[in-house]
C-alpha cells in the first residue's frame, strides 16, 4: 500500500519538527537551563562564577562569525574537562559550529574526552532532543561514516575528532570542511621535558592553528597545578 509507505516515512519527519521545536525551546531558555535540563545528573549545583564565564563564551557562538579565544585555567575539581567536553556537544547541538577537533597532550588523552563527548551524545535525555547528533553519519551505501575512538561523525553533519600532540599530525579537513571549533584541554603536563614543550609548540604553531577555518573559535582549558609552558605559547 503506497498510503502505508507515506506515514511510515511521516513519522519520522513529524518527530524530527518535534524535535526541533524542543530544542529552540530549549536553548532561547539559556545554558543554565538547557544544562540542568539535558545532563540532570552533571548540572544539579549551579554554576560557579568562572563556570559562566565559559559558558556565556559558548553561547554566544554564532554560525559563521568568529570569536575571541576562550582561556580557562581552573584548580583541579572544577570540571574542566566536563564543562570542555559538553561544550564541544553544545555547539554541535545547537549548529553553531560543524567540526571539532579536540587536542590534548597525547592521543591517549584526546581519545578518552572523545569517547566521553560520544556518551554525552548518546544520554537518552540529550537524544531525545537532538535525535540526529545521537545517529552515525551513514554515506549513500548505508555504511557508517565514522564513530570511532578517535572519530565522531554523526547523522546532523557535526564531527569530533580526536588529536594527540604525541602524535604525527595529518591533514585536518574533513572533506572539504576545516575544523570551526578548536578544545585544548590540558596540553601540558608538569613533568613534560623542554625537547617535549618544543615538539608541542611545533605542532600547535606549524600545524593544528594553521589548518582551522577562518571563523573557527578556540577554546583553552588548563589544569592550574599541570603548568603553562604550552598553554602560555
Not at 567536553?85 to 581519545?111: F, H, M, N, P
Not at 569517547?115 to 554525552?120: K, L, V
Not at 595529518?170 to 570551526?180: A, E, M, S
Amino acid at each position: 500500500d503506497p498510503w502505508a509507505v507515506l506515514v511510515d516515512m511521516g513519522e519520522p519527519v513529524r518527530r524530527s519538527q518535534a524535535s526541533q521545536r524542543r530544542a529552540h525551546q530549549l536553548e532561547a531558555q539559556g545554558y543554565e537551563h538547557w544544562l540542568r535540563t539535558l545532563y540532570p545528573a552533571t548540572y544539579a549545583e549551579p554554576l560557579a562564577s568562572f563556570q559562566h564565564g565559559l559558558w556565556r563564551w559558548v553561547w554566544a557562538l554564532e554560525r559563521g562569525v568568529g570569536a575571541a579565544t576562550e582561556v580557562d585555567v581552573w584548580a583541579r575539581g572544577n570540571a574542566k574537562s566536563t564543562n570542555a567536553e559538553t561544550a564541544t556537544v553544545a555547539v554541535g547541538a545547537r549548529g553553531v559550529r560543524k567540526y571539532a577537533l579536540y587536542i590534548s597532550g597525547t592521543q591517549e588523552q584526546a581519545d578518552d574526552h572523545v569517547a566521553t563527548i560520544a556518551s554525552r551524545m548518546l544520554d537518552e535525555e540529550f537524544a531525545a532532543v537532538y535525535p540526529d547528533m545521537a545517529r552515525r553519519m551513514l554515506t549513500k551505501f548505508g555504511v557508517s561514516a565514522g564513530w570511532r575512538r578517535n572519530r565522531l561523525t554523526t547523522a546532523s553533519g557535526y564531527v569530533v575528532d580526536a588529536l594527540g600532540l604525541d602524535t604525527a599530525v595529518r591533514g585536518l579537513k574533513f572533506g572539504d570542511n576545516r575544523p570551526d571549533f578548536m578544545v585544548f584541554d590540558d596540553v601540558d603536563r608538569h613533568d613534560d621535558s623542554p625537547n617535549t614543550i618544543d615538539r608541542k609548540i611545533a605542532a600547535l604553531t606549524h600545524a593544528i592553528l594553521p589548518a582551522r577555518a577562518l571563523t573557527c573559535a578556540v577554546l583553552v582549558c588548563q589544569t592550574a597545578e599541570q603548568g603553562y609552558a604550552v598553554t602560555d605559547e
